[in-house]
């Protein structure tokens, strides 16, 4: 059978995707994949983690990362006994995803990170930090910081400055999607960089038992690719694949990604 025969009779089988955005995004940015999905048949869940364009919380008032990460886990929680999902994670959206196989890993079939933080216990060390924090220093000074509690507290929120939103995230993406994001994206709340999971042996080997796969973006300005393969050299996923593209796959090869999923059940 050949790739389009072999992708056809892999996505009869009806899965439930549960997709998960990165920093200052939100359920929005899946409509070009979520729409692929469902027309193969599949159900699709795409998440507004909290603060962004879709919840009701502003990112300022957002103190933990389990607080930004509860629709999610929300979510898992209220899955039907025996109900298992495919979790697809974009970005930052990967820290969100690996925190839900510490959680819920019995209810995960699959885990995939697209351009996506892959870290097995969050920020817990220098080492982590220097392979999941986007390093944008050649751009110069691109953050807008928001001092929700003050000007003598640290920052509670961060959003990158318009004027970098194309170059850094969506150089190869549709001019008309990259202006769609400019007026979608929101300030992310700064918790997002507290991410830390558990590392006891029992939820070792559960996150151990979900499938991961990693879909490398060669042309990537945010997740930089020798970050991604630094994440992937030490935490290894099933299967690793590439898309020659920028950071958002999701926009710039919106087919081809739909493809490399299907390809990858």
Same mark, same amino acid.
């Given at each position: ?120 216990? *969050? ?24 001092? *929700? ?16 939103q194309r170059i850094i995230l969506y150089q190869q993406s549709p001019a008309e999607d990259s202006a769609l994001a400019s007026i979608l994206l929101r300030p992310w709340p700064t918790a997002l960089s507290m991410a830390r999971f558990g590392a006891d042996e029992c939820v070792e080997s559960v996150i151990h038992r979900v499938r991961r796969v990693y879909i490398k973006t060669a042309n990537d300005r945010m997740v ?42």
């Amino acid at each position: 059978m050949d790739a389009a025969g072999d992708v056809s009779e892999r996505s009869r089988s009806t899965e439930h995707f549960v997709l998960v955005h990165g920093a200052g995004h939100g359920a929005w940015c899946w409509f070009r994949l979520l729409r692929l999905l469902q027309d193969s048949g599949h159900r699709v869940s795409a998440v507004d983690l909290a603060g962004a364009a879709g919840s009701l919380v502003d990112p300022n008032d957002v103190r933990s990362f389990d607080d930004y990460n509860a629709p999610l886990l929300n979510l898992m929680a209220a899955l039907p006994d025996g109900d298992k999902v495919i979790l697809v994670g974009h970005s930052a959206g990967g820290l969100s995803v690996t925190h839900a196989m510490h959680l819920f890993g019995d209810r995960i079939k699959q885990a995939i990170f697209i351009a996506a933080t892959m870290l097995q216990f *969050g920020y817990q060390t220098e080492q982590d930090i220097k392979d999941g924090v986007p390093d944008l220093s050649e751009h110069g000074d691109v953050y807008d910081l928001t001092f *929700g509690l003050g000007a003598d507290h640290p920052p509670t929120s961060v959003a990158l400055r318009k004027e970098f939103q194309r170059i850094i995230l969506y150089q190869q993406s549709p001019a008309e999607d990259s202006a769609l994001a400019s007026i979608l994206l929101r300030p992310w709340p700064t918790a997002l960089s507290m991410a830390r999971f558990g590392a006891d042996e029992c939820v070792e080997s559960v996150i151990h038992r979900v499938r991961r796969v990693y879909i490398k973006t060669a042309n990537d300005r945010m997740v930089k690719p020798e970050q991604q393969v630094a994440m992937i050299s030490r935490w290894p996923p099933s299967e690793v694949m590439v898309m020659d593209t920028d950071h958002s796959p999701l926009f710039s090869a919106t087919e081809h990604l739909f493809t490399l999923i299907l390809k990858s059940l």
